[in-house]
């Protein structure tokens, strides 16, 4: 069974600090996404890393796939209010069984004016 | 808006009543996928179809659970029987069959069992 492990599990920051969100697995994945969910709707996606190593970038956004392709992170420099959400990071199986992602619990994140 | 609809988006029921929900796909993807949300956890998987057969059901798809896509197009959701345990989030998604299947999420339809 693949498992994903996000910490932490709730941030409370001040607008314009930087955080880092983690998630990590002892499994290979194919690929990983990240995700914003808001309450009552459905997750959107923010980006798919696909590579060991791979980093992306949307806007104040950055977002790491590891070596391995085990684990990832995603770091937020000077959050806005706007950034509040869920954060969840799900991985693609490295093949056989399920072709359904395999989510993390997510990561609540709230940034305070 | 060419995204992934559902069907509705909130439905109470009693317990013992069947209900059913809808997925609208990504209309060029062939993939669909359901999951279950419950507060506080991430989405789990529970079943998808490439075109219309269904090839991945998890443990989670108890026998009261079934989920068709006839023409490859929409899919459909039942639950027979429902049990207060059954409250959560449906989700739905779609994606291309490739090297990589992003999945692009809808809205869900958020299910309360009294």
């Known amino acids: 069974t693949q498992l994903l492990e996000q910490s932490p599990q709730f941030l409370s920051i001040q607008e314009g600090e930087n955080l880092t969100v983690y998630c990590n697995s002892s499994s290979v994945f194919s690929s990983l996404q990240w995700y914003r969910q808001e309450p009552g709707e459905g997750p959107v996606l923010l980006v798919t890393?696909?590579?060991?190593?791979e980093v992306k970038k949307l806007k104040r956004l950055t977002f790491q796939f590891g070596d391995a392709r085990k684990d990832s992170s995603l770091h937020i420099t000077a959050a806005q209010p706007g950034d509040t959400g869920l954060y969840l990071c799900?991985?693609?199986?490295?093949?056989?069984?399920?072709?359904?992602?395999?989510f993390g619990k997510g990561t609540h994140l709230i940034i305070q004016p | 808006d060419t995204g992934v609809s559902q069907d509705p988006r909130h439905k109470i029921t009693k317990r013992g009543q069947n209900v059913t929900f809808r997925c609208d796909p990504i209309s060029e993807h062939n993939r669909l996928y359901w999951y279950r949300q419950t507060l506080g956890q991430g989405p789990e998987f529970l079943t998808y179809?490439?075109?219309?057969?269904?090839?991945?059901k998890s443990r989670l798809l108890s026998d009261r659970f079934s989920a068709e896509r006839p023409k490859g197009s929409f899919s459909t959701l039942e639950i027979q029987r429902t049990e207060q345990g059954d409250s959560a989030m449906y989700l739905c998604?779609?994606?291309?069959?490739?090297?990589?299947?992003?999945?692009?999420f809808g809205p869900g339809t958020r299910l309360l069992v009294l």
């Open positions: 890393v696909v590579t060991g190593g």
């Open positions: 179809f490439q075109n219309e057969a269904q090839l991945e």
């Open positions: 998604a779609s994606s291309f069959t490739g090297a990589t299947r992003t999945q692009y």
């Open positions: 799900a991985g693609e199986g490295s093949g056989g069984g399920a072709d359904g992602l395999t």
